[in-house]
């Protein structure tokens, strides 16, 4: 496993089950910064949106949590 991945925790993969045990060729292979900037784009999109669907997707995926809010990245 590559230890840049931002999926290896302890030499395991967390992004894949069953995990890979090389990196060489996964398609969700990413430095941390990578997957940081990633994470805070579609949180953007989220933020972006309507109150009702925020709560939606925070309820349904986030267990009633908006991590897009409680960073402090977005204003709605």
């Not at 991945?5 to 398609?27: E, V």
């Not at 109150?51 to 991590?67: D, G, H, I, N, T």
């Amino acid at each position: 496993m590559n230890p840049s991945c931002f999926a290896n925790h302890g030499g395991a993969c967390i992004a894949l089950k069953p995990a890979m045990a090389h990196c060489r060729g996964c398609a969700f292979y990413q430095t941390a910064a990578q997957a940081q900037t990633g994470r805070d784009h579609a949180w953007g999109v989220i933020a972006a949106k309507p109150k009702y669907q925020q709560q939606y997707l925070a309820e349904k995926y986030y267990q009633r949590k908006m991590p897009w809010k409680e960073a402090g990245r977005h204003d709605r």
